[in-house]
């Protein structure tokens, strides 16, 4: 009833989230979907990376499920003795039970924990490291993947959320079960697949391209001036 009578003075309700623009469409509430945005400027691809460099940026977090990723690069390196992930966020909870698992599965030396990094120095990660991992449980929207498609680099993604909405398996990114054995096999394809690597690469930044601000403004823009 709160939420009713909140969303009832509203001109236009909007989301950036196809996910809840559904659940609160098939509630009888008309919703405008506008995406958020990023700075294609700014997260643009510019490539020099290591084959077999993995990446994963967020908050070291259970909802986010590092130790998945922890995880899957150990039986990725059974068969990709190169390999080596980084691993960039802030700790908020499972950051020691992760440095714990890499010390246990005596990957030291394979996996690099470098904290939180700035937004604007994310670009230079993305282009220095071959593919992008996404290990989330629940995701709204995934900024991160989107700006990670802006730079170019692969991802490999949990199937959750948002994700599955604004993303196309197997043609602008790889989604995973949320399991070690699955999201594994799913790197490895990268890996071992340059066509399917490339086709990736040129269609996730295709993909991104509706999210730069300048496109998102006007849809804001054409909502604003319809209101007034």
Same mark, same amino acid.
Request: charge should be positive; hydrophobic fraction near 40%; glycine fraction near 4%.
């Given at each position: 009833n709160w939420v009713n009578k909140v969303l009832s003075r509203a001109n236009t309700i909007t989301s950036p989230s196809l996910f809840l623009k559904d659940f609160f469409e098939k509630l009888g509430y008309d919703v405008v979907y506008i995406p958020n945005s990023i700075d294609t400027n700014i997260f643009k691809e510019n490539r020099n990376t290591?084959?077999? +460099? /993995?990446?994963?940026?967020? @908050? $070291?977090? #259970?909802i986010y499920n590092p130790q998945l990723a922890i995880y899957s690069f150990a039986k990725v390196l059974k068969n990709f003795s190169k390999a080596t992930l980084t691993m960039v966020g802030p700790d908020k909870g499972e950051l020691d039970k992760c440095k714990k698992l890499i010390q246990e599965l005596k990957l030291q030396a394979k996996i690099? =924990?470098?904290g939180f990094i700035p937004n604007h120095e994310l670009p230079n990660l993305f282009n220095s490291h071959?593919?992008? /991992?996404?290990?989330t449980s629940?995701? +709204? $929207?995934? %900024? @991160? /993947? =989107?700006?990670a498609g802006s730079?170019? =680099?692969? @991802? %490999?993604s949990t199937n959750v959320g948002e994700i599955p909405l604004i993303w196309?398996?197997?043609k602008n990114i790889l989604l995973s079960e949320q399991t070690v054995e699955h999201f594994s096999q799913q790197i490895q394809r990268l890996l071992? #697949? #340059?066509? /399917?690597y490339n086709t990736i690469s040129i269609n996730c930044k295709?993909?991104?391209k509706k999210y730069d601000w300048d496109v998102v403004y006007n849809s804001w823009k054409k909502l604003i001036n319809k209101i007034k």
């Amino acid at each position: 009833n709160w939420v009713n009578k909140v969303l009832s003075r509203a001109n236009t309700i909007t989301s950036p989230s196809l996910f809840l623009k559904d659940f609160f469409e098939k509630l009888g509430y008309d919703v405008v979907y506008i995406p958020n945005s990023i700075d294609t400027n700014i997260f643009k691809e510019n490539r020099n990376t290591n084959k077999f +460099s /993995l990446l994963w940026v967020r @908050a $070291f977090e #259970d909802i986010y499920n590092p130790q998945l990723a922890i995880y899957s690069f150990a039986k990725v390196l059974k068969n990709f003795s190169k390999a080596t992930l980084t691993m960039v966020g802030p700790d908020k909870g499972e950051l020691d039970k992760c440095k714990k698992l890499i010390q246990e599965l005596k990957l030291q030396a394979k996996i690099k =924990i470098t904290g939180f990094i700035p937004n604007h120095e994310l670009p230079n990660l993305f282009n220095s490291h071959h593919v992008y /991992l996404n290990t989330t449980s629940y995701e +709204s $929207f995934g %900024v @991160a /993947l =989107i700006e990670a498609g802006s730079c170019g =680099i692969p @991802a %490999v993604s949990t199937n959750v959320g948002e994700i599955p909405l604004i993303w196309n398996n197997e043609k602008n990114i790889l989604l995973s079960e949320q399991t070690v054995e699955h999201f594994s096999q799913q790197i490895q394809r990268l890996l071992n #697949d #340059d066509n /399917l690597y490339n086709t990736i690469s040129i269609n996730c930044k295709k993909n991104v391209k509706k999210y730069d601000w300048d496109v998102v403004y006007n849809s804001w823009k054409k909502l604003i001036n319809k209101i007034k």
